[in-house]
T-cell receptor
Framework: GAVVSQHPSRVICKSGTSVKIECRSL??????MFWYRQFPKQSLMLMAT?????????EQGVEKDKFLINHASLTLSTLTVTSAHPEDSSFYIC???????????FGPGTRLTVT | RKEVEQDPGPFNVPEGATVAFNCTYS??????FFWYRQDCRKEPKLLMS???SGNEDGRFTAQLNRASQYISLLIRDSKLSDSATYLC???????????FGSGTRLLVRP
């Protein structure tokens, strides 16, 4: 199956700093990429959808100025959490779609802890 | 009301047991249905799609009841390696957007 990587796998940062998470599709071109957030014992919640070269579409309640998404190429999308706070601590997972079927291929996730 | 609802469990069963999970969804226009498996601190992985006629993959059987907006997953002959959280997932239309349930945790004991 298609492979998606994320970097870093785990990050700890101080409150007020910004953190960038990278999502790469390794063996396919991801025309669409998705960013999810999962709090402990809760479901994955879609944060935003991005198409290569376009602005991301954010889900209701997700602050676009706080969660900056860039999808500049067909193999790379980045999520930057700006001015992170402890309540942003979560498991962030990206996925990519290749534009063929509607299947999404998930990355391994990034665990963010804000102290 | 949540769009996709699941019993959080945990279901604690012995090896070899048969266990069933249920899920309900609120949007009657939902098009596609899936079961994903998520191990602790890992990404979700597609276990199987769910079709109206019901479908089976080895020890796993999935069923869909559109009239009742109900999805089920049956696991026979449980293995220790089946211990995980099982996510019920719905896609509402011809798009990529997936709606995840919060998952049902399964613990299979020796």
């Amino acid at each position: 199956g298609a492979v998606v990587s994320q970097h870093p796998s785990r990050v700890i940062c101080k409150s007020g700093t910004s953190v960038k998470i990278e999502c790469r599709s390794l063996d396919f071109q991801a025309t669409t990429m998705f960013w999810y957030r999962q709090f402990p014992k809760q479901s994955l919640m879609l944060m935003a959808t991005s198409n290569e070269g376009s602005k991301a579409t954010y889900e209701q309640g997700v602050e676009k100025d706080k969660f900056l998404i860039n999808h500049a190429s067909l193999t790379l999308s980045t999520l930057t959490v700006t001015s992170a706070h402890p309540e942003d601590s979560s498991f962030y997972i990206c996925s990519g779609g290749d534009g063929g079927t509607y299947e999404q291929y998930f990355g391994p996730g990034t665990r963010l802890t804000v102290t | 009301r949540k769009e996709v609802e699941q019993d959080p469990g945990p279901f604690n069963v012995p090896e070899g047991a048969t266990v069933a999970f249920n899920c309900t969804y609120s949007n009657s226009a939902s098009q596609s249905f899936f079961w994903y498996r998520q191990d602790c601190r890992k990404e979700p992985k597609l276990l199987m799609s769910v079709y109206s006629s019901g479908n089976e993959d080895g020890r796993f059987t999935a069923q869909l009841n559109r009239a009742s907006q109900y999805i089920s997953l049956l696991i026979r002959d449980s293995k220790l390696s089946d211990s995980a959280t099982y996510l019920c997932v719905v896609r509402e239309d011809s798009s990529y957007k997936l709606i995840f349930g919060s998952g049902t945790r399964l613990l299979v004991r020796p």
